[in-house]
């Protein structure tokens, strides 16, 4: 065993053999009929055992199974910046705003598939592996385990070693990493890095701070949804957290995946940002241990409010949510009238118990949110 060896994504041998669990399981023919519906409903389970390998299977399926999500709820899907990425010489650390559970990294590795790029791994919580079959799909699709509910020290002593393998694949050239800026998805439509990740990421450095983190070409990404994946669950978590401790039922998270995969998108924008550079490290290496994470924290946080992608719903989320016109020149009255008609369509879909001006709030905030921290930061959308 390698100290890596319950984080690590699959070999080649383990994603066969967890794939051929994946193909007799009773949803796979529903699975199939669903996502390659011009297939026999046995096209999955025969493709998942014919797999030699996670390149197999990413090309073979996964690529097709992103890009009929693409196809089937997505208006226009755009990107940008790419060609920072194209110019670091070795492996980087892609740190992402995160607003879909699975659609946020799966929409980048569609990108680098498309220009015959290399794939990332990918951090996910082990939230999300509470079945062998999802383990055994997640972990055949370079999926690096975070290891989350666990007490304070075994959570020190589970951050070092996904600090040291996160590092390890960076360095050594094996492979770039896909991580979220913070743990969980955002909620409030308002992306900040967390700063415990920083000092995570710090942890397995062997160098000085500015070393540790020159070393792991850090690039942040900015996925800009039209229409929030799960909007109105988001809304109603926070809701509900305003009075008690929010309670996840036992298949919440596999539920908020399926509905972010089906529900209409609209237009979505992936920015790839400037990597961060050197004199930025040096320039937060001499502040105080804390401060220093703070100065990488605002870096990263410029880069993925300055790549976020504003449209009309965000504009008109913000002036109904602050009673204003201020962006009135960004959309039409009908524009409003169906984003008005969509609030209240999604109101409706939660229990009626629930404080609905209170909730309408909250939802606009959501959409609203990203206009007042571009206002914050002053960069254009």
């Known amino acids: 065993m390698t100290p890596y060896e319950d984080i690590a994504p699959y070999t080649d041998e383990e994603a066969v053999a967890a794939l051929k669990v994946v193909a007799d399981h009773p949803n796979t023919p529903w699975v199939s009929k669903y996502i390659f519906s011009n297939q026999p409903e046995t096209y999955l389970r025969d493709i998942l055992k014919s797999i030699r390998s996670v390149d197999e299977f990413q090309k073979l399926v996964m ?8 196809e089937k709820s997505v208006h226009n899907f755009s990107y940008d910046g790419l060609a920072k990425l194209q110019a670091i010489d070795g492996c980087y650390l892609a740190m992402s705003n995160h607003r879909d559970i699975i659609l946020d990294p799966a929409f980048t590795q569609i990108i680098l598939h498309r220009n015959q790029m290399p794939l990332t791994e990918i951090c996910v919580g082990d939230n999300l592996l509470k079945s062998k079959t999802i383990e055994g799909l997640i972990r055949s699709n370079r999926m690096i385990k975070v290891i989350r509910g666990i007490s304070a020290r075994e959570l020190y002593l589970s951050s070092q070693v996904l600090s040291k393998y996160i590092r390890e694949s960076i360095t050594t050239g094996k492979s770039s990493v896909w991580i979220a800026q913070r743990e969980g998805r955002t909620k409030n439509g308002i992306d900040m890095t967390e700063q415990g ?46 009075t008690q401790k929010y309670v996840k039922t036992e298949n919440e998270d596999l539920q908020s995946i399926i509905i972010g995969i089906k529900q209409q ?12 550079k050197e004199d930025e490290i040096r320039e937060a290496s001499v502040c105080d241990k804390n401060d220093r994470y703070r100065s990488i924290r605002h870096a990263v946080d410029v880069r993925v409010i300055n790549g976020y992608r504003l449209w009309n719903t965000n504009y008109i989320a913000y002036d109904l949510a602050n009673h204003t016109f201020k962006y009135a020149d960004r959309y039409t009255p009908e524009e409003v009238e169906a984003f008005t008609a969509y609030t209240e369509h999604q109101l409706d879909q939660v229990e009626p118990t629930l404080n609905r001006e209170e909730l309408r709030d909250i939802f606009l905030r959501i959409y609203g949110n990203p206009v007042m921290m571009k206002e914050k930061f002053n960069t254009e959308g």
């Open 63 to 70: 690529s097709q199974a992103i890009e009929w999500v693409i």
């Open 197 to 242: 990740l920083l000092k995570m990421f710090d942890m397995s450095g062997t160098g000085d701070f500015v070393e540790n983190f020159l070393e792991l070409n850090i690039v942040p990404l900015s996925i800009s949804y039209e229409y929030e994946p799960c909007d109105i669950l988001k809304a109603r978590e926070i809701l509900i957290s305003r």
């Open 265 to 276: 998108k609209g237009n979505v924008h992936l920015n790839f940002g400037d990597p961060l």
